[in-house]
C-alpha cells in the first residue's frame, strides 16, 4: 500500500514526520534559555500570534485543574519550555502521527500512533529526568567538596553556595542555585534543600541537609562535617557503581527482550502486510494483540523488578 501512495502523500508524510520530530525536539531539548523571551518584554510590546492564541486556549482549559504532577514531572527533566507549549506541542504531534498513520494503513493505525505520541513523550521525559537524576547523584561529591573548601577559606554558607552556584556543573548548578535564589527572598535554606532532595530523588542530598541543619542548631565545624559525609557518599557511590557493573547483563537481555517483539512486528509489517494485517481484521486478531500488549508489559514490569537493586 505505501509504494501506492501518490507522491504528494508521500510529501504530506514526509512534512508530518519531521513536525512530529521537531516538536518533540523543542520540548525535550529547549537549550540554555532560562526565560522565554516573550516573557522579557513589557505586555503592551507583546504581539499576538497564532501560537499565543493557541497556547491561551490551552491555559484557560486548563484554568482551575490540577496539573501539578504534570509540571513536577517537566521540572524533574529540566524541561524550560511552558507547560501549555509542551501540551500543544504534544497535540500537534499526536495529530500528525495520526495523519501519517491514516495515510499508510487507515483510520486504526491512524489512532494508534496518535496515542503513542504523549506515551513517547512521557517516555522521553522520564528518561531525561532519570538521566539528569543521576547526574546530579555523580556530582554531589565534588559539589560537597567545593562547599566545603569554601567553608574553609572563611566564607560563610551561603557564599559557599554561590561558588557552588557559579562553579558547578550542570544539573547541580542550576539547583543549588535555585536554593540560592529561594534564601535569597527569605526562604530556610534546610526547606529549600529537603525540596530539591525530593525533586532530584537523592538520598545523599537529604542526608546533607540534616546535617546542615544540625550543625545550625547545635554549632561546630561545619566544614568538617561535609568531608563526612562526602566520605559516606563516595562509599555509596562505590557500590552503586559495583551493582550497575554486575546488573549490566540483565539490563542488556531485558532490553533486547522488549524490542524484540516490536521489531519483528515491524519487519513483518514491512515485508508482509497482509499477513500480519490478519490481526487486525479479526476480533480475535484484536484479543491476542491486546493480550500480547499486556504480556509485554508485564514482563517489562517483572525484568525492570530483577535489574533494579536498592540498598
Known amino acids: 500500500m505505501i509504494l501506492g501512495l501518490s507522491a504528494l502523500a508521500l510529501a504530506g508524510i514526509t512534512a508530518c514526520t519531521l513536525a512530529l520530530v521537531l516538536g518533540l525536539v523543542a520540548v525535550v531539548d529547549p537549550g540554555r534559555r532560562h526565560l522565554a523571551s516573550d516573557r522579557r518584554r513589557p505586555p503592551s510590546s507583546r504581539v499576538g500570534n497564532g501560537t499565543a492564541v493557541l497556547t491561551g486556549g490551552i491555559v484557560r482549559v486548563l484554568a482551575g485543574r490540577d496539573v501539578s504532577g504534570q509540571l513536577a514531572v517537566l521540572d524533574r527533566a529540566g524541561v524550560r519550555t511552558p507547560f501549555p507549549t509542551v501540551v500543544l506541542l504534544g497535540l500537534l504531534g499526536a495529530a500528525a502521527a495520526g495523519l501519517v498513520g491514516w495515510l499508510l494503513d487507515g483510520w486504526l493505525l491512524g489512532v494508534l500512533l496518535a496515542a503513542a505520541v504523549?506515551?513517547?513523550?512521557?517516555?522521553?521525559l522520564g528518561v531525561r529526568a532519570g538521566r539528569r537524576r543521576t547526574a546530579f547523584t555523580n556530582q554531589l561529591e565534588d559539589v560537597l567538596q567545593l562547599m566545603a573548601s569554601s567553608l574553609r577559606a572563611g566564607h560563610s554558607f551561603l557564599q559557599a553556595l554561590t561558588t557552588v552556584a557559579r562553579d558547578a556543573p550542570e544539573p547541580s548548578r542550576e539547583?543549588?542555585?535555585?536554593?540560592?535564589?529561594?534564601?535569597?527572598?527569605g526562604r530556610d535554606v534546610g526547606q529549600a534543600l529537603d525540596e530539591t532532595a525530593v525533586r532530584m530523588d537523592s538520598a545523599d542530598l537529604v542526608w546533607v541537609a540534616e546535617a546542615i541543619a544540625i550543625n545550625r542548631e547545635v554549632g561546630g565545624n561545619l566544614a568538617t562535617i561535609l568531608d563526612r559525609v562526602t566520605d559516606t557518599i563516595r562509599e555509596r557511590n562505590q557500590v552503586r557503581r559495583q551493582i550497575s557493573v554486575?546488573?549490566?547483563?540483565?539490563?542488556?537481555?531485558?532490553?533486547?527482550?522488549?524490542?524484540?517483539?516490536?521489531?519483528?512486528?515491524?519487519f513483518l509489517a514491512i515485508t508482509s502486510p497482509e499477513y500480519i494485517g490478519r490481526l487486525t481484521q479479526s476480533t480475535l486478531g484484536l484479543v491476542l494483540v491486546g493480550l500480547s500488549v499486556v504480556m509485554l508489559g508485564l514482563g517489562a514490569l517483572w525484568l525492570r523488578k530483577l535489574t533494579r537493586i536498592a540498598f
Open 246 to 266: 554486575l546488573s549490566s547483563e540483565g539490563r542488556i537481555s531485558a532490553y533486547v527482550l522488549m524490542a524484540l517483539p516490536v521489531a519483528i512486528v515491524g
Open 118 to 124: 504523549p506515551v513517547l513523550l512521557r517516555v522521553v
Open 175 to 185: 539547583e543549588f542555585t535555585r536554593v540560592l535564589n529561594e534564601s535569597r527572598v
